[in-house]
């Protein structure tokens, strides 16, 4: 398994691999599917050239398939340049139970405390998503708060629960 910052040449396989993600796990993502199949992967090949070294999407490749991907950004705002947000954080299932997702966040989080002045990180895990919330605790990220209903799939509602790392504690 080879993870790396994904490019503007691994911008179908990152449509691909999202559009997998929200079919295959609603309840876990704000986008739907139909919302995806909106945006060409065009756009994502231009976002994954645009972006700077705060704002990226690292990717877990099987031999060379995109398996695994996690988002993450640094705040742009002066009063929030202390903060990066991790996002999109999805394994297929021929990685899932190999260790792929623990490798993502840990580049992710080696990406965080580069950036000179980031002392926290933040994520968001959904109801329902207890692997992912088990691997994001056992990397040392506390939970500071539950937003009921924070999604709505269909006719049921879905919380979100909101965690923080902090790198400097």
Same mark, same amino acid.
């Given at each position: 398994?080879?993870?790396?910052?994904?490019?503007?040449?691994?911008?179908?396989?990152?449509? !691909?691999?999202?559009?997998?993600?929200?079919?295959?796990?609603?309840?876990?993502?704000?986008?739907?599917? +139909?919302?995806?199949?909106? =945006?060409?992967?065009?756009?994502?090949?231009?976002?994954?050239?645009?972006?700077?070294?705060? !704002?990226?999407?690292?990717?877990?490749?099987? &031999?060379?398939?995109?398996?695994?991907?996690?988002?993450?950004?640094?705040?742009?705002?002066?009063?929030?340049?202390?903060?990066?947000?991790?996002?999109?954080?999805?394994?297929?299932?021929?990685?899932?139970?190999?260790?792929?997702?623990? /490798?993502?966040?840990? /580049? /992710?989080?080696?990406?965080?405390?580069?950036?000179?002045?980031? &002392?926290?990180?933040?994520?968001?895990? =959904?109801?329902?998503?207890?692997?992912?919330?088990?691997?994001?605790?056992?990397?040392?990220?506390?939970?500071?708060?539950? +937003?009921?209903?924070?999604?709505?799939?269909?006719?049921?509602?879905? &919380?979100?629960?909101?965690?923080?790392?902090?790198? &400097?504690?």
């Amino acid at each position: 398994m080879e993870i790396r910052r994904l490019t503007g040449d691994d911008a179908e396989a990152l449509w !691909n691999l999202r559009l997998c993600a929200l079919q295959s796990a609603p309840a876990a993502f704000v986008e739907t599917a +139909e919302e995806h199949k909106l =945006t060409p992967a065009s756009v994502y090949a231009e976002r994954l050239r645009s972006r700077g070294s705060e !704002n990226m999407v690292l990717g877990a490749f099987d &031999d060379s398939t995109l398996a695994g991907m996690i988002g993450l950004y640094r705040e742009q705002s002066a009063k929030r340049r202390h903060r990066a947000s991790i996002w999109g954080m999805f394994v297929a299932e021929p990685l899932r139970g190999k260790g792929a997702g623990r /490798a993502l966040m840990e /580049a /992710a989080l080696r990406e965080a405390r580069s950036m000179a002045g980031v &002392d926290s990180v933040l994520l968001s895990v =959904t109801s329902g998503q207890q692997a992912a919330r088990r691997l994001y605790l056992s990397m040392g990220f506390r939970p500071y708060g539950i +937003e009921p209903r924070a999604l709505r799939v269909g006719e049921h509602f879905v &919380d979100e629960e909101h965690m923080v790392l902090e790198l &400097d504690g």
